[in-house]
């Protein structure tokens, strides 16, 4: 099973649905479960997709050096994948990853499943609980 917030859910879908009809690749982070308190009931390191990483970031050097220097390392085991022509299933082009969540129009709720790395169909669970607040502030 898949777990993700409602909001990263949400967020994916628009970007899918701005982007339309060119295809989306979005590398996916996660928070454990036992971060959100009493808001998920999820044993406590069950990974919830909470955050992506900018497509844009590091294209200019991965076109040149082939290094994906936009995703920090250890990070990013999940993709999104929007197919705006379909199939709603990962495809051979896709970067695979431990999972890969892809998305057909109409853009709902309905329209995006998760996949393994070898494509079998996973249960997604949306989550509508707020990940933890993160700050740049020095404790």
């Not at 999104?80 to 998305?103: N, Y």
């Not at 509508?128 to 740049?136: G, H, I, M, V």
Request: aromatic share 6%; proline share 9%.
């Amino acid at each position: 099973m898949v777990f993700i917030t409602r909001g990263l859910h949400d967020a994916l879908l628009d970007m899918a649905s701005e982007a339309e009809p060119e295809r989306v690749t979005v590398v996916l982070a996660t928070t454990p479960a036992e971060e959100f308190g009493d808001d998920v009931e999820l044993d406590p390191e069950t990974p919830v997709l909470t955050h992506f990483y900018l497509p844009e970031a590091g294209r200019s050097v991965r076109a040149v050096f082939g290094m994906d220097l936009g995703t920090p390392a250890g990070r990013g085991r999940a993709k999104f994948v929007s197919h705006p022509q379909g199939p709603a299933e990962p495809t051979r082009e896709d970067d695979f990853a431990a999972a890969v969540l892809v998305a057909v129009p109409p853009w709902d709720d309905a329209s995006m499943d998760a996949f393994d790395r070898s494509g079998t169909r996973l249960s997604l669970e949306i989550l509508d609980a707020e990940p933890p607040r993160e700050s740049l502030a020095n404790d």
